[in-house]
Every structure is written in structure tokens, then in C-alpha cells.
């Protein structure tokens, strides 16, 4: 076995650590960290002073050396947090939630040792709780020490066998130290505790149609499914290759198995062998949005637009909440030169897509480009601006575009010029001339309620 986890396990181990206090918060409120005033910035410096004064005067006061250390952890003080928790674990030593916030805390401090300790002190004082053994397995992964990480991840999941987080790192961890048969056991026997909750976790936005593919598939699918699952997540693309193979010899009418290997001959350029994956797929499941999608996308790769959208507008309709369809169709609308088509997508997409994430940005790009195709640069600015907020990577020939032919000066222009018509119609309101003026300075302003209303 190899003894040394590759750089991205140990990020993705570590990453368990800093979540761990977190979750000692949500989970002990109460407790732990109990504190009325959460947000950072509003412990007063008076109030953490009141606290050490009342430590002072009792150092055996537990409650307020959790709250001190709460307060500390607000204002992101954490060498302070920890001095002050460390002093509540000493008054109250036999309490779980204490020992395992401070264990978290020892980690995140750079301190694997003593964090093991806390976590090993806090096993007995809840032995049916997993959440120490899976803090302790991430700690032992970021020493390397991988026995006993497996180890660890196997004790909290003998406590709770549904507890996914601790399979997921086991599997991982099995697979960096190439036992691909041991994950392939493990998978299966994840799989008999729950099936969709499983595999779920590996895909969290599932949406109710592919939960129902991956529940009714037969185990053995199911297992090379996960696998494949675990290598894409480990960048392995070609054993995940391998893995969907598997999965639509074990069962050809799994059709989330052919709709993936569908994406990897997309991704490989395959196109004839995409479209035979996608049409396996849609004949065991016409409902799957994304082979839909996929099948749009080799259809325009091979010059076949119109069938592009065809299927790309099923996808939109059988997956109403995935924003990436939206984005596609929005992509090939304006490739077809159907910019109001192509607007109308991307601003669904928009809606769709968490705002303030870096997917954001660029469907930002996308609909300030439509809003220029279709003569509407104010709102195009305004989504430029926010494409850049998110940092989207603005091609600079697109903000010489905007800039030659719709300077700023010139929408400062325009809405001036919208000011003084609505003026006029104040005092001559059934001015036809200036109603469509009117209208259409509030079009390229992206008005286009109180365009239709001036025409």
C-alpha cells in the first residue's frame, strides 16, 4: 500500500477539518459556542472584555469560557478561541461537544497530534456518535498515515452505517492507494444500506428521474456507476471510462451509464459513438435532460443546428431548473442569428445560476452580448459590470465593441434625452412623435415595460 496520500487527497482530507467547527456550531448551538451575537463584527470589544473579567473572578466558570471562545471566534481570533476553549475543556473535561470543537480547532491550528488526542478522548464519551472517528480519519489522512485513517473512516461508519461523508473519504482513500476491488466491495455495501442516499451524495443535484434510474438499476451497475463516479471526482477520466463500460454491460437499460459514456465520447471528440450513448440512453429513459442536451451538442457539432434545437428545447422542457441548458440553447439561438430567442435563454440561465458564483460571471457575459445583439447597450454595461464583479475574463474586443459604439457619454446622452421627452409628454401627452421617441430610448435602455407603454 502506498504510504503518501497525492496532493489533491490530502487538499480534499484537509478540507474536512475546516468544516468542523462549523459543524460544531450548527449542531450544539446550544452547548457549544452559545452565543447570541454571531455575526462577525458584533462582539464589542466591552463584551469580550466583561467575559475575561468574569473568568478573572472565576476561572471555573465554564459557560463563560465558551462563550469568550465564541466571541473570539467571531472576530476570527482564533489563537485566543483556542486558549479560551482550552480552559472550558479543563472546568468541563467530560464533555463530548467541547473535546471534539477543540480537536477541530488543534487541526485547523496545525496541531494533528493534539487534535488526535481530543478525538480519541471524546470516542467514549459518545461511542454511537461518527463524527469523532471521521474527524480523527481525516487527521491521521493529513499526517499520512493511512492505516490508520482507514481505520478511522471504518469505525465511524460502523457506528453509522448511513453517515455517506465517512464512506465517500474511505473510498477516496482506497482508491489512492490503487484497491480498486476493496472500493468496489465497500461501494456495494454502501449500496445495500441505501442505494439513492448513496449515490446521491456523490450527485447531490440528481434530479427525481435519474434518482429513479439509479434505484431501479441492478447492483452490480450501480457499484461500477459509483466507481466511475469516484474516479471522475479523482480526475481519472479514462478509469471512469472504463467504469461506465462495465456499467452498460452490467445493465444496458441503466440509462444514466449510457447518457455519461454519451459526455466522455462527446468530451473525446466520438461523435458517432456519442450519438448511439444518447440514443441508448433516451431509449431506456425519454425523460434524461442531459443526454438531451448532449445529443443537441454533437447535433451541432456536426453542422445540425436545427436539430440542435430540437433537442436542447426538450432538455429545457423535461429540466425547467438546470440553468446549463438554458446557457446552451441561449448559445445556439445566437449562432442561428435568433437573438431575442437568445436573450430570452440566457436570462433564464441567469435566474437559474447562483449569483454570486463564477458560472454567474460568465452567463453575465452572455446576456450583455444579447442585450447588444438586440440594440440594448445600457443593460449590456450593467451585466458587463457585474461579469467583471464575479471575475468573469471579459475579451477585450467585446469592451471595445461596447465602448466605440455605446460609450458611456452616450448613455448619460440617452438618458438625459429620455428625461426631456417624458417632459414634453407631460405637457402635450398625446404627442404621437415623441411616444415613439420615447419608447424607443427606453428599449436600448432595457425598459421595455415602459417601452411598450410609450409606443
Do not use: C
Not at 473579567?53 to 466571541?71: C, F, H, I, R, T
Request: charged share 25%; aromatic share 8%.
Amino acid at each position: 500500500m502506498a504510504e503518501n496520500l497525492s496532493a489533491r487527497a490530502r487538499l480534499r482530507f484537509g478540507n474536512v477539518i475546516g468544516f468542523a467547527v462549523i459543524w460544531i456550531v450548527l449542531t450544539g448551538a446550544q452547548s457549544v459556542f452559545a452565543t447570541t451575537q454571531k455575526a462577525e463584527g458584533n462582539v464589542a470589544p466591552a463584551n469580550i472584555d466583561f467575559l475575561k473579567y468574569v473568568v478573572s473572578q472565576n476561572p471555573e466558570d465554564g459557560e463563560a469560557w465558551v462563550k469568550l471562545a465564541d466571541a473570539y471566534l467571531n472576530l476570527k481570533q482564533n489563537q485566543e478561541a483556542l486558549k479560551a476553549l482550552k480552559e472550558a475543556v479543563r472546568v468541563q473535561p467530560g464533555n463530548f461537544r467541547l473535546r471534539v470543537a477543540l480537536g477541530s480547532l488543534l487541526a485547523d491550528a496545525g496541531d494533528p497530534d493534539g487534535a488526535i488526542l481530543q478525538y480519541l478522548v471524546a470516542i467514549p464519551l459518545q461511542p454511537n456518535n461518527p463524527y469523532p472517528h471521521f474527524l480523527l480519519g481525516a487527521v491521521y489522512s493529513r499526517k499520512h498515515d493511512l492505516k490508520s485513517a482507514e481505520a478511522a473512516f471504518r469505525g465511524a461508519i460502523r457506528v453509522s452505517p448511513d453517515f455517506w461523508s465517512a464512506r465517500i473519504s474511505l473510498l477516496l482513500l482506497l482508491l489512492e492507494t490503487n484497491q480498486p476491488e476493496t472500493a468496489l466491495a465497500e461501494l456495494r455495501e454502501a449500496l445495500r444500506v441505501d442505494r439513492r442516499e448513496f449515490l446521491a451524495s456523490f450527485v447531490p443535484n440528481l434530479l427525481p428521474i435519474e434518482r429513479y434510474e439509479v434505484q431501479r438499476a441492478t447492483e452490480d451497475a450501480a457499484a461500477h456507476f459509483g466507481l466511475g463516479l469516484l474516479f471522475a471526482r479523482q480526475k481519472e477520466p479514462e478509469k471512469a471510462f472504463k467504469e461506465l463500460q462495465q456499467v452498460v454491460r452490467a445493465d444496458p437499460n441503466f440509462a444514466l451509464g449510457d447518457q455519461w459514456l454519451g459526455e466522455i465520447y462527446l468530451e473525446k471528440m466520438k461523435l458517432a459513438e456519442a450519438v448511439s450513448a444518447f440514443r441508448n440512453a433516451l431509449r431506456a429513459n425519454p425523460e434524461l435532460s442531459k443526454a438531451h442536451l448532449g445529443l443537441g451538442a454533437v447535433y451541432t457539432q456536426q453542422g445540425g443546428r436545427e436539430d440542435a434545437v430540437r433537442e436542447m428545447q426538450v432538455a429545457v422542457r423535461t429540466a425547467p431548473n438546470r440553468p446549463e441548458a438554458y446557457s446552451a440553447l441561449g448559445q445556439l439561438y445566437r449562432e442561428l442569428a435568433r437573438p431575442a430567442d437568445a436573450l430570452i435563454a440566457f436570462q433564464r440561465a441567469l435566474a437559474l445560476t447562483d449569483s454570486k458564483s463564477q458560472q454567474a460571471g460568465a452567463v453575465h457575459l452572455n446576456v450583455a452580448l444579447a442585450y447588444v445583439s438586440v440594440g440594448q447597450p445600457a443593460p449590456a454595461w450593467k451585466h458587463i459590470y457585474d461579469a467583471q464583479q464575479l471575475g468573469a475574463n471579459i475579451p477585450q474586443e467585446y469592451l471595445d465593441f461596447l465602448s466605440k459604439n455605446y460609450p458611456e457619454t452616450k448613455l448619460a446622452e440617452l438618458e438625459a434625452e429620455t428625461g426631456r421627452l417624458k417632459k414634453v409628454l407631460e405637457d402635450n401627452p398625446n404627442d404621437a412623435e415623441t411616444h415613439m421617441k420615447l419608447g424607443d430610448a427606453l428599449y436600448k435602455q432595457g425598459e421595455l415595460d415602459g417601452a411598450v407603454a410609450a409606443d
